[in-house]
């Protein structure tokens, strides 16, 4: 970094605000973590550990087993139709590119409702669901897309080069997948994977509905049946330690490694071409995700969109659709703005790059059960005006940038890494001001990044259940609120139209990321 | 009967007076079965009521904010005494309380049970005779090895289920029955209380312990009748004491803001339309006298002999239940219910 942006005095008002801004940033972030430890650790009451270690023993290792269920059939999945989509030339292939991601759209307790409403009624031959292996391939098919968008994005940079450097040296194709393809995509399978991880060790709609007791299960019994706010507090942190053991060891083995990205446009690495078996082969296996993730759920919710069509009354559908908006709205400006700036001003201030740990802390808020973190939020704001709570979205707002910041945060400090230091000195050389080169300089450099950041936060947020459950206002029921609450009764013909439309309103920035992520850059 | 009760109470919806204002209900109750009553009393009193569904987390929100809602409606009443505990309800000043079953109205009038369900057993029409069940305590017996199907012991229903036997028979007898029942079990506990019916239904179980209304709900679904008629409901406990029930209730919160809506809405569910609706429909029993049973109801029991429906039911005082939580979860977990 140059000495034009690097070097404020340490009592200029900029080096002051800086560290001022980021306290209270990192302050407000931690606050439910540092609620979760002083209710796990400060109770005076006999740990859980102590009283119950055999069932933190058991859920955890239920956890654990789901976790080897889910996260290597998603990455299977994932990778695997990410690779055949990149790099065999069949039938269709553009059209499995897109649709392969649609998964994405559907919630996955959503998922979970219908297959399970399928299985009771007989309309499909399905193994029994109730169980950890069904639980687990369920959300595999829903949670794949997590890694496939980005493997195949990773793989759309694989130029031609490496191939036939790989050629040069005498590799046959094993070797050339094993030792480059497999070697330059590792980071982003581990990545990916642990997405997965996260997501599946802070489910409560999916395996509330297929009656698999996980830790996000144990928490919930915890707080609800047993009123032990302590115990929920301690098992939430042993939830916390699977994606942070996770991310330590990635980050000590990734510590040593270059990674390497082609400064340009690389030419695109050449299809291969099957033979007439595989040409029919691949897209039938190609289309298992795809109907077993969403065409088959969406089909069925459609069938029973039109049976009860003028049965079912839709006069608060608009309601819904709105608060939903509202929501995403409100979130999408509260995480963008505070993730560009904080970035802004750990690229601008290095000196407050000490806090560094402590804003890789606060993105941990993502990897907790959605369940506690709105409780921690609740009782956080125990001394804030009542109407805080019952009347506006504040509180609601609050918990779900809490949770879902790390999305446009990592987005956008991605994105800024690709950002030559030179242009900070250019634009102090211009004179321009903070505002002027945020403006003028990195929000056009930016774009593909905030974009990125944002259709996550969309995706996600407007899937989203426990914290909306919790922390919901008066008068106030997103759509994501109304399926479930059917799909957990079995009654998910009743709602199917709402199911529907969520898919929708999810539907088209699914696709919009996936050719964001996918396509090189200037495409998108 | 039954038409005269509906006509009375119509007639008695009709001649009410339109009030207007808003009451603020939380609850953990599903939304279809208080939505319709909910908008029949709008419509009859121009009072607006803003519920919110809250699930699970009723009891965070409530006690966190116990000004934020007028009244809380919960489907398991033991929560409404640790409310009162908290100090987040206030006494309820209404006449229609005297003509709710004594036992069913809290000594200081804190809360109220608006309705309840029997918690027996669903037993195999094909491989159980009813002779062969009897009290809660006889499905700890051996000869239910791996017969038997219960959801987690921590929920709720099961929490109160242990809790009111704590009270009511102690804490050994309570522990036997638990390791017991722990012994007999097909598998781990999970799903819910249909899921133990359906295992039933798929030959894994003969027993399970569920509340008795689901068979009505069961049966009132094509996807789910085969369970119900391939089980039938048995009361427990009924040359003894009686079958333990699960109440549900409301009780009015510390807010003083819509006290005299509460309160109406309050009555309105006290009222004997709502327990008709709630007997019929939902397949509950009513707290008040001359409330009919449901047709579905009716054929509970017939088994082992219950004529119309009408068991013989072990009330435990809500006040005595909720003190057990602590003791049952030591007990739960000791025997590791739930691996």
Redesign the interface.
Known sequence: MSNLTSKPSPLSLTFLVGHLLLALLCLGFLAPLGYLIREAFLSGRPSLISEAGGLVFSQSMTTLTLLLVTVPAAVLIGTGSALLVSRVAFPGRKLFSVLLCLPFALPPYLLAGVARQAQHAGWLPLPPLENLFGCGILLALSLYPWVYVPVKAQLSLQSRQYRDVAETLGMGPWERFRYVHAGLMLPTLVVTALLVAMEVISDTGTVTILGVKTLSVGIMDAMFSMDRADWAAQLSLVGIAFPVVAVMLFALWHRRRMEYQPPNRPAAAPLHVPGPMGKVFIPLVLAVPVLGGFALPVFRLGAWGVENFGRIPLRDLPGQLGDTLILVALVVVFTMGPALGLNLLLRWIPSLRIWKGLVWLMNLNYALPGVILAIAVLFLSAHAPESWLSDTVVLLVLACVCSFFCFPFFSIQSGLRSISPRLDDLSLLLEFTPLERVMHLYLPLLKRAVAGGLLLVVVTLVKELPLTQTLQPFGFEPLSLRVYSFAGLDLLEESALVALCLIALVLYPVVALDRLISQPEGQA | MKRLVLFAALIGIAGSTVFGGTV?VITDR???HLKPLFALFEKNTGIKV????????M???AT??P???DLVISKTADNLE?LRQKGALQKIESDQLGTIRKEFVDPELMYVVTSYRPRGFFYSKGRVKPEELSTYADLADPKWKGRVSI??G???YN?SLFCQMMEAEGPEKTRAFIEGLKKNLHR?P???D??QV?AIYEEDADVSVGNAYYMGLMMG????RPWGEATEVFFPDQKGEGAYVMASGAGLTISDRNVEEATKLLEFLLSDFAQYYFATTLHVYSVKEGIPISEMNKTLGNGQGIQGGEFKARIVPIREIAQH??AV??IL?DV?F??
């Open positions: 603020r599903t939304e279809t803003e519920t919110i569904y809250v699930g699970k987390g009891m965070a929100r966190s904010r000004k934020e809602a640790v959801r987690s921590y929920h709720s929490m781990p999970q799903g819910n249909r899921a359906k679904r094509e996807d789910q939580r602590e979860t030591a977990n590791k739930d691996q």
